[in-house]
């Protein structure tokens, strides 16, 4: 009998099998087709949402703007917080003012250094009502301390030369160490309107020891190797850019030097009562300033140079 079951229960096993086998085929083609159709209708709401963004501008930005809003706010909890303690004090360490507050000369030299130079307004404000209040005092065209600090450092306070001049008006701080000595030490060279002042005392040395501007400026830079004609010349042009920029007067591209505008006579100077540290140290403060007048310059000066005027470079300055 027992011989007679096997091949009985052999033909259970493979009909269990065939079921079985029928049964994933059928599972099988199933998923496929569900993950087809998926697919496919994914596929057909994809392409309509695209069309529907290419034709609609307002759709697009505003679906633009969610998934950045998304991103930002994923981006945020996933960078840990770091806690920074607030200090509302840190607006007394800004040299900054509002551009609006400057004399209109002054407001037009400001805006005018602004975009030429890509410098925020609001600290070019403050170094130009200094250097109007300055050259007030020591007798000096305050663009013409403009112009150097345009042709020394592009109006970057933290500038250095490969020599060692540094600040805005590019200071040897080594040479002229004692100068910083009445402004807390050495450092104060990278404070903009300390170095404003120290250079122009320096600047103002120059010109007395050389009795123009144009001689000034070769001590400034320290010319050795050549007569400083290049650098002058920029200096020069910058300044007549600045003095037409102030008088309201189109600024034309190219500018000849021009003959000096401020000359010194060193025995006046050498007997004057009051020095030029003396005069800084009269300075008030920032607020309630006034606008020297700027003398005229004359149309017919603007040229262009025979050699043209050369990218600035840096520069240094020699010791008085």
């Known amino acids: 009998m027992k011989r007679t079951n096997e091949?009985?229960?052999?033909?259970?096993?493979?009909?269990?099998?065939?079921?079985?086998?029928?049964?994933?085929?059928?599972?099988?083609?199933?998923?496929?087709?569900?993950?087809?159709?998926?697919?496919?209708?994914?596929?057909?709401?994809?392409?309509?949402?695209?069309?529907?963004?290419?034709?609609?501008?307002?759709?697009?930005?505003?679906a633009e703007q969610q998934l950045l809003s998304w991103l930002v706010e994923r981006q945020a909890n996933t960078i840990p917080q770091v806690a920074i303690a607030p200090e509302p004090t840190a607006i007394d360490r800004v040299t900054a003012a509002h551009p609006q507050s400057l004399p209109e000369q002054q407001a037009r030299v400001a805006f005018w250094l602004s975009k030429k130079y890509r410098v925020a307004p609001e600290p070019l404000t403050v170094l130009v009502s200094e250097a109007f209040e300055i050259g007030e005092k020591v007798k000096i065209d305050p663009t013409l301390i403009l112009a150097v600090m345009a042709i020394e450092s592009r109006f970057n306070p933290f500038a250095q030369s490969p020599v060692g001049a540094q600040g805005l008006m590019q200071v040897l701080t080594k040479v002229h160490t004692e100068k910083y000595e009445d402004f807390g030490g050495k450092l104060a060279a990278f404070d903009p309107l300390t170095n404003l002042r120290v250079g122009v005392m320096v600047l103002k040395d120059c010109i007395r020891r050389a009795g123009s501007v144009e001689g000034g400026l070769r001590y400034y830079v320290g010319a050795v190797s050549s007569d400083g004609s290049d650098y002058i010349n920029k200096v020069m042009a910058e300044h007549t850019r600045l003095q037409h920029v102030a008088l309201?007067?189109?600024?034309?591209?190219?500018?000849?030097?021009?003959?000096?505008?401020?000359?010194?006579?060193?025995?006046?100077?050498?007997?004057?009562?009051?020095?030029?540290?003396?005069?800084?140290?009269?300075?008030?403060?920032?607020s309630a300033r006034r606008a020297p007048a700027i003398a005229p310059v004359a149309d017919d000066a603007v040229q262009q140079p025979s050699g043209g005027v050369t990218p600035a470079t840096n520069v240094t300055v020699a010791q008085s």
Do not use: C, Q
């Open 7 to 62: 091949p009985t229960s052999l033909r259970g096993l493979h009909a269990v099998g065939s079921s079985v086998k029928v049964a994933a085929g059928d599972v099988a083609r199933g998923f496929f087709e569900v993950t087809h159709n998926g697919l496919a209708l994914m596929g057909t709401a994809l392409a309509v949402s695209l069309i529907v963004l290419g034709a609609r501008s307002d759709l697009r930005a505003n």
């Open 248 to 286: 309201g007067k189109p600024v034309p591209r190219y500018i000849a030097p021009a003959r000096p505008i401020i000359t010194v006579d060193p025995a006046p100077l050498e007997s004057a009562a009051v020095s030029t540290e003396s005069a800084l140290a009269t300075l008030p403060d920032a």
